[in-house]
C-alpha cells in the first residue's frame, strides 16, 4: 500500500510539473506572439545580449566536440568499412550521421549543460534574492523580460550552431580521411556531399529547434522555480542538466521515429 | 475627530490561509495619504504577507485590498501594471540586479516605462543618487556595495518614477544602528519633502518610533491595535506591552511548558 501511495505522489507531482512547465510554455508564446501585436514589444538588446550569450560563446566548445566526434566517426567507420573494402564511404557515413543525428543531438547536450544550467542558476538566484520579485513589483513581467529573450535566443543559436558543429563534423572526418585513410580530397567531399540529401540537413535543424526550446524552457521553469537559498539553486542547476538531458533524448526518438514512419 | 483625509490604500476584510493555517483574519486598515504607517509584529505573525497582499504579489482568499481607490484583487495585469508604476517597493535584500551597475538599476524602471532621451535618464538617475547621499557611486557594481549602500541603491530605484507610495519591507534588517538611523532619515525626508506615502514593516521598535506617525500591531495574522506612537506606548494590551519592551515573560510563549517534558524524554 505505502508502495502504491509513494507511486501516485509521484506520478501526481511529476503531472503537476509536466502542466507547469506547458503553462510557462504558453505563456512564453502569448509574450512572444501576441504581446507584441499590442504594441508590447521586448527590447531588442535584451535578446541579442541572450544571443551572444547562447550562440556566439558557445562556439568554442562547439567546435572541440563536433571536430573530435567527425574525426572519431572516422576512424570507426574506417574500421568497419575496410573490411567491405569501402572505405570511401565514411565520408558519406559522417556527412549523414552528424546531419541527421550526431550533431543535433551532440550540440544540443553541450548547449544544455552550458547554456541551460546558466539560465537555471542566473534565474534561480534572481528567485531566491527576491530580484524577480523586484521585477514584478516595477511591472516588468519575468516572462518577458527574462524568459522570452532566452527563449528566442536559444531557439534562433541551437540550429545555428549545429548548423556549424555538422560541417566542423565533417572537417574532422575529412582531415582524418584524407590525412590518415589516404583517400583522395576530391573524392571524399565528392562523396560527403553525393549522399547527403537536403532532407537529411532539414530534419536535423528541426530536432535542434525542439532541443533549443527543451533547453530554454526546463532551464528557465527550474530557474523561476527555485526554493530555498543556495542550495536550491544547486539543486536547480543539477536539476535542469538532468531533466533537458532526458527530454531531448526522448524528443530525439520521438521525432525520429516519426520521420521515419513518415518517410516510409 | 479627524480631518477628512484622501485615502491611498484602503484593505478590507482580507483573509489568507496557506496550507489550512490562517495567516491572515479579518484585516482592515486605511492609510492616508502622505502619512507613514508602520506595520510591527514578530516574526510569523502575517505582516510581510500584508505587505505582499498591499503590492498585488498574493491574492487573498477573502477581502479587498484598494489601491488609489482601484481594487487591486480584481485588476487585470494592464491596471496592475498602471497602478505598480505609481509605488515603488524596497526589499529586505534591496533586490538590486547584479547583472546590472548601480546607475543601470536606478535607470532600468525609467527606461521601461518612459521615453525619456538617455541623457536626461543619466542626469535623473545622478539626482535620485544624490537623494540617497551616493553621488558618485553610479558606476559601482552592486557585489561592491555595502548592505547599508545596497539599500540606499534600493530606495533610489524605488523612487525612480516620483512614486505616491513607497513600501518598506524590513528596511533595517541586516544593518547597523547607524545605518538604521540613516536609512530612517531618508524615509523621513521622503515622506516630508516630497509628501509620499509610506507603508514599513519592520520589528525594530527603535525605528518604529522614530519614524511612524501610526502603527499598527499585528499578532497571528489578526490587528491588536491601530494608533500613533502615544497610543501604542501607553497601550493596556498585554501583547503589546511585550512586544515593544521585548521581554520574555508575558502572554506570548516561546518555551514549552515543563509538564510532561520527563515522559517525553523517556519515551
Known amino acids: 500500500m505505502n508502495i502504491l501511495q509513494a507511486i501516485g505522489r509521484v506520478t501526481l507531482s511529476a503531472g503537476a510539473a509536466i502542466w507547469d512547465v506547458f503553462a510557462l510554455f504558453f505563456r512564453t508564446l502569448y509574450w512572444l506572439f501576441y504581446a507584441p501585436l499590442r504594441g508590447k514589444f521586448i527590447g531588442r538588446h535584451y535578446i541579442f545580449s541572450q544571443m551572444v550569450f547562447a550562440g556566439v560563446q558557445s562556439l568554442l566548445i562547439v567546435f572541440f566536440v563536433a571536430l573530435f566526434i567527425g574525426m572519431v566517426l572516422a576512424m570507426q567507420g574506417a574500421y568497419q568499412l575496410s573490411q567491405l573494402g569501402a572505405v570511401r564511404f565514411v565520408a558519406a557515413l559522417i556527412s549523414v550521421s552528424m546531419c541527421r543525428e550526431i550533431g543535433p543531438v551532440l550540440i544540443a547536450l553541450v548547449v544544455a549543460g552550458r547554456v541551460g544550467s546558466a539560465i537555471a542558476a542566473e534565474l534561480g538566484t534572481m528567485k531566491v534574492t527576491e530580484q524577480i520579485e523586484a521585477l514584478e513589483t516595477m511591472a516588468m513581467n519575468p516572462i518577458r523580460y527574462l524568459v522570452v529573450p532566452r527563449f528566442l535566443a536559444l531557439i534562433v543559436m541551437l540550429p545555428a550552431l549545429t548548423i556549424m558543429g555538422d560541417l566542423i563534423g565533417m572537417l574532422g572526418g575529412y582531415i582524418v580521411g584524407v590525412y590518415n585513410l589516404g583517400i583522395s580530397p576530391g573524392l571524399y567531399i565528392k562523396t560527403n556531399f553525393d549522399f547527403l540529401v537536403l532532407k537529411d540537413v532539414m530534419t536535423g535543424l528541426l530536432k535542434s529547434f525542439v532541443f533549443g526550446m527543451i533547453i530554454a524552457m526546463i532551464g528557465c521553469y527550474m530557474g523561476l522555480n527555485t526554493k530555498g537559498g543556495a542550495e536550491g539553486v544547486g539543486r536547480s542547476t543539477t536539476m535542469s542538466v538532468v531533466v533537458s538531458f532526458i527530454l531531448i533524448i526522448l524528443a530525439d526518438a520521438i521525432l525520429t521515429g516519426l520521420f521515419y514512419f513518415a518517410s516510409v | ?267
Do not use: W
Not at chain 2, 477573502?62 to 515603488?88: P, Q, W
Not at chain 2, 524602471?109 to 544624490?130: A, Q, Y
Not at chain 2, 506617525?213 to 502615544?230: A, N, P, S, W
Open chain 2, 1 to 267: 475627530m479627524e480631518e477628512k483625509r484622501e485615502v491611498v490604500i484602503r484593505i478590507e476584510n482580507l483573509e489568507k490561509q496557506f496550507g489550512g493555517r490562517k495567516v491572515l483574519e479579518g484585516i482592515s486598515l486605511d492609510v492616508y495619504k502622505s502619512e507613514t504607517l508602520v506595520i510591527v509584529g514578530g516574526s510569523g505573525c502575517g505582516k510581510s504577507t500584508l505587505l505582499r497582499h498591499i503590492i498585488g504579489q498574493l491574492k487573498p482568499d477573502a477581502g479587498k485590498v484598494y489601491l488609489f481607490g482601484k481594487d487591486i484583487t480584481k485588476a487585470n495585469e494592464d491596471e496592475m501594471d498602471s497602478i505598480k508604476k505609481r509605488f515603488g517597493m524596497l526589499f529586505q535584500s534591496a533586490a538590486l540586479f547584479d547583472s546590472l551597475t548601480v546607475e543601470e538599476n536606478i535607470a532600468l524602471p525609467m527606461r521601461e516605462h518612459t521615453k525619456l532621451d538617455d541623457h536626461i535618464i543619466k542626469i535623473m538617475v545622478k539626482m535620485k543618487l544624490n537623494q540617497v547621499g551616493l553621488r558618485g557611486f553610479g558606476h559601482l557594481n552592486t557585489s561592491q556595495l555595502s548592505g547599508g549602500m545596497k539599500k540606499r541603491v534600493g530606495l533610489a530605484r524605488a523612487i525612480a518614477l516620483d512614486p505616491e507610495i513607497i513600501f518598506y519591507d524590513e528596511p533595517s534588517a541586516g544593518l547597523d544602528p547607524v545605518v538604521t538611523a540613516v536609512v530612517d532619515k531618508l524615509i523621513l525626508d521622503l515622506s516630508s519633502a516630497l509628501s509620499i506615502t509610506s507603508v514599513v514593516v519592520t520589528h525594530d521598535m527603535n525605528s518604529v518610533f522614530r519614524i511612524a506617525d501610526r502603527i499598527v500591531m499585528l499578532y497571528k495574522g489578526k490587528i491588536l491595535q491601530i494608533g500613533t506612537k502615544e497610543e501604542i506606548k501607553n497601550s493596556k494590551n498585554e501583547y503589546i506591552q511585550q512586544f515593544i519592551n521585548g521581554t520574555i515573560e508575558g502572554p506570548m510563549q516561546f518555551f514549552a511548558p515543563d509538564e510532561g517534558y520527563l515522559e517525553e524524554l523517556t519515551k
